[in-house]
């Protein structure tokens, strides 16, 4: 049967425990025999009516069980556990004792277990760096340095203090997990998250990452009022869902800014039982405080008394579960209860919408790329269509005894989240049996694998998400469950199409296919797909989460399935708690123009300008050199929020600047944007400058491009009248005196006129025959250089025109000279428009105004004069087509000024002789 292998795990455990032989599980509930090793021997649990009369309930339940010839082993409000002779036979017993008065039902009390999971050291590794995925490929990778240089300005009391942005256990590499749910772009809400119930094996709770954060609640395995962790698995799924932040740079931090509930409810071995789990389910729907309830364990048994206990306490709770460890599936309760089509046991309530079960997916560290043969020819696609990365698919490997330990999948799975490698706390208060195993858990802090993180992750998540819930929501619990799954990010489904090759085999089993040595390829293990030892090698894998085809069954795929009279369909999701919450953040460059680096102390804001007043929900500082601050935390929504960026810097603006505007809406939720215009440069606020801000589409570490490649240049054409007579002059780069052969092959004849670079001093006494009062101040092109994290910075470029009026009102100076100035950029794209030229042709222009060309460069010329933003011309907001801006033409005139008049041009033509400056 599909997930029989399940027990494998749960008959180990029971080995060790010595309690019982193994057997396979099967239904309860009649007078027929159970196999042994499904539940313990002897004994029952009995849910009683309460009608208790003068005795009260433990006298309700003396009673029954002396009638049986039993004894109360242990009672816990309507339930009470029996023991009887360890030789009964429990399935008749059960139906005996049910027959009684008083007795709602009886069962035998079965096991449960932790799914089995793999822990020690990290199979992969941890992040080098804190990448920024932005979704237009302008990706930022930052190092650890930089990040722990971001500050973000918090209001304390009538002071505002800077703080750093991101918790401190960040910066050790440790978290991908935690960052790949986009848990550091929520990290500053303040809300706290509502009380989660963790049924366990216990948690440590004077870890200092958990200390002040997890309650201790009740032992129900050893009937006492301490829920130490002896195992170590509860306390490394209480420091995922919730672990204190900033406790030391090598450890830990939760998803959730609430607290946990510490309930045991198995042991040391991770075993417990229908009556110790049921107690604990129990507790927690007591607790008004508890909101969410993770059970990361389970049994492949619809348990009958465990289910009513949980339909009393889903009433206004969640609870998340997780889906086993085995590449099966079979269905592992709770979990299967997310199913809206899991019958319920006899006349209970459906209560699937407030269940999620959760599946583990693998980290991104695995050297391999996975291969699923969906076309089942045996052959890797050339085109890349069969090829997955593996964080994308579900975890699973063959381990050294020949069993699956991979994720459980399947049509009841609700969602995803990271499962393998996950950093997080174990006890440092005890000894505990996860230290004993080979590699052995360390003291303090370590890895785990298995869908137990992957549901503490969405646990974690669940919370934050629930803190957001309008208190006037009917049903908070469907609300979250619902906005989670609706929100989070859509999974790859892809499954092996080979003849022959089900499901349920999972990893480690000979396929059909074989490499090019005519050797067998199997499941989980690399070889050489193309027989070439310098290409990566490809791991074959069953399925990167299974869909429907010839091999897989509609009980298997997770690609959607339609229920009801309605159709819903339903699809496995991977979790993002930041687009749950419907969050997003930003990443702003700022530098110098007068030379290209990062400034320290800068300013940057993010106000909402959605409704009528702006409403600030971000501010940064600038740090230590860096030149990227990052804004968190940022709403957004379907339709879209839109926000204004502005920078102040002492000596360059006056107060704050606005430089973009971004609308984050869509997809952009969960998303860390680096938008092509969130990139500002600065200078001196005393004169007027024109600032030339650029993306070079050839610097991107994140992608491996680090070449630079697009080099635009900008000019200032002078006012033809009180400038050298009637000649006017040109104020740019790679001119000099005499004038640049470059820049008059595309406006012959001009040599007398052309000043260089010029100067904002008395230029005559400088040699020049007249004064421009103008000068180009830095040529970024080429030589855009790094800040001093050694991340590569955008290039720019600044002109600068010495003002003879300041005035209040826009454009807050008067240039030097009456008459018209007019600013132009050009990338010389044509080759037979440089001629002899040192700058090498280029077969693809830059000058582009639409972000579909492969080499947009985002071209922005922003005015600055008294230190504020007069006005901004954006590449992108050019004509387009035949005859507006494209990748055929060369210059790109921006605006005019003519003493008080400012007007924005922002056309484009050709060379040679195309642009006209007077």
């Known amino acids: 049967m599909k997930g029989s292998r399940g027990w494998m795990v749960l008959l180990m455990v029971v080995f060790l425990l010595g309690m019982f032989p193994a057997a396979k599980p099967a239904a309860a509930q009649s007078g027929t025999p159970l196999p042994e090793g499904t539940y313990v021997p002897g004994e029952l649990v009995v849910v009683l009516d309460g009608k208790t009369g003068a005795s009260g309930p433990a006298g309700q339940a003396r009673a029954l069980a002396g009638s049986v010839g039993a004894a109360v082993a242990a009672s816990y409000g309507d339930m009470a556990l029996l023991s009887a002779d360890p030789q009964a036979d429990v399935a008749a017993l059960a139906a005996q004792v049910s027959s009684l008065p008083g007795v709602v039902y009886a069962q035998p009390n079965y096991i449960y277990s932790l799914p089995e999971s793999k822990g020690g050291a990290a199979q992969g590794g941890t992040q080098s760096a804190y990448v920024i995925d932005s979704p237009n490929g302008l990706d930022v990778r930052l190092s650890w340095e930089q990040v722990a240089s971001l500050r973000t300005i918090v209001k304390k009391g009538t002071r505002s203090a800077a703080i750093p942005s991101f918790p401190k256990e960040l910066l050790s590499g440790n978290l991908w997990a935690w960052d790949r749910i986009q848990a550091d772009l929520i990290w500053g809400e303040k809300t706290i998250a509502p009380l989660v119930c963790l049924l366990d094996t216990g948690v440590d709770v004077k870890h200092p990452d958990l200390s002040g954060v ?12 301490k829920p130490d962790d002896d195992n170590g698995h509860g306390t490394h799924v209480a420091g995922i869902i919730a672990g204190r932040a900033n406790t030391n740079a090598s450890s830990t931090v939760g998803v959730s800014n609430g607290k946990v509930l510490a309930v045991k409810v198995l042991n040391a071995q991770g075993i417990g039982t229908t009556f110790s789990v049921t107690a604990g389910i129990k507790y927690c729907g007591t607790n008004k405080s508890v909101k969410i309830i993770n059970m990361s364990l389970g049994s492949y048994l619809a348990d009958k008394v465990q289910y009513q206990a949980l339909e009393t306490a889903l009433m206004g709770r969640l609870l998340v579960a997780s889906a086993g460890n085995e590449s099966v599936s079979g269905r592992f309760y709770p979990a299967a209860y997310a199913d809206p089509e899991v019958t319920a046991p006899e006349s209970f309530n459906n209560i ?102 992957a549901a503490a992750l969405v646990t974690g998540s669940a919370a934050r998400v629930w803190s957001l819930v309008p208190k006037a929501e009917l049903n908070p619990p469907k609300k979250v469950k619902d906005t989670l799954v609706a929100l989070s990010e859509p999974l790859q489904f892809a499954s092996d199409n080979t ?119 971000d501010k940064t500082k600038t740090e230590k050199g860096g030149s990227v601050v990052v804004l968190t935390n940022l709403p957004a929504s379907e339709t879209g929020i839109r926000y204004r960026l502005s920078v102040s810097m002492a000596g360059y603006t006056t107060g704050y600047q606005p430089f973009n505007e971004v609308n984050l809406s869509g997809d952009l939720r969960g998303m860390a944007l680096n938008d092509a215009y969130n990139r500002v440069s600065l200078a001196s606020k005393n004169n007027i400058n024109f600032v030339l801000d650029w993306v070079d589409p050839a610097i991107n570490p994140a992608q491996g491009r680090v070449d630079p490649d697009a080099d635009l240049d900008m000019y200032l054409l002078l006012p033809r009248d009180g400038v050298n007579g009637d000649q006017g002059g040109i104020i740019g780069t790679e001119l000099g005196w005499g004038a640049s052969p470059k820049l008059l092959t595309y406006i012959p ?75 132009v950029v050009t990338d010389y794209h044509r080759p037979d428009a440089i001629g002899g030229s040192s700058q090498s042709p280029k077969t693809v222009g830059y000058l582009s105004a639409t972000t579909t060309s492969p080499n947009f460069t985002a071209a922005v010329v922003r005015m600055w004069a008294s230190g504020k933003v007069v006005t901004s011309v954006r590449l992108q907001d050019a004509p387009v087509g035949i005859n507006g801006c494209n990748e055929n ?5 921006v605006l005019q000024v003519n003493g008080a008049n400012v007007s924005v041009n922002n056309t484009c033509d050709i060379g040679l002789g195309g642009v006209d400056p007077y």
């Open 499 to 617: 003849p022959g090759v089900m499901a349920d085999v999972g990893y480690g089993s000979p396929t059909n296919s074989f490499d090019p040595h005519g050797e067998t390829i199997w499941f989980g293990k690399p070889y050489d797909h193309d027989d070439d030892p310098a290409t990566t090698m490809i791991v074959k894998a069953p399925y990167c989460w299974p869909a429907s085809n010839d091999n897989y069954g509609d009980d298997e795929r997770m690609d959607g399935f339609t229920y009801g009279a309605g159709k819903i369909k339903l699809a496995a999701v991977y979790l993002n708690v930041a687009r749950a919450m419907q969050r997003a953040a930003l990443a702003v460059e700022v530098k110098d123009a007068t030379n290209g680096s990062p400034i320290v102390g800068a300013y940057v804001a993010a106000h909402d300008i959605s409704g009528a007043n702006p409403v600030l929900r």
């Open 352 to 453: 699937a919408s407030q269940v999620i079960s959760v599946a583990a997916a693998r980290s991104p560290f695995s050297p391999y790329p996975l291969w699923v043969d969906k076309d089942g020819d045996g052959v890797v696609n050339p085109d890349g269509s069969e090829v997955f990365l593996p964080e994308q698919c579900a975890s699973g490997n063959y381990n050294e005894n020949g069993i699956a330990t991979g994720s459980n999948y399947g049509r009841w799975v609700t969602m995803v989240a990271p499962g393998e490698d996950v950093y997080s706390t174990t006890p440092v208060s005890n000894p505990f049996y996860l230290n004993s195993y080979q590699p052995q858990l360390s003291s303090g802090y370590d890895y785990m694998s298995g869908t137990s993180q």
């Open 214 to 225: 997890v309650v201790s609640g009740p032992d129900f395995y050893n009937n006492d009022k």
């Open 889 to 893: 033409k060369d210059w790109w005139k």
């Open 749 to 823: 004849g001009k040599q007398d006129v052309f000043v260089g670079v010029g100067s904002l001093l008395n230029g005559e006494a400088l040699g020049y025959p007249f004064s421009p009062y103008a000068q180009h101040g830095f040529d970024g092109g080429y030589y855009y250089g790094q800040d001093n994290y050694g991340q590569p910075l955008s290039p720019v470029e600044f002109i600068s025109v010495l003002p003879k009026v300041k005035q209040s009102a826009a454009p807050y100076m008067l240039p030097w000279y009456s008459g018209e100035y007019r600013l």
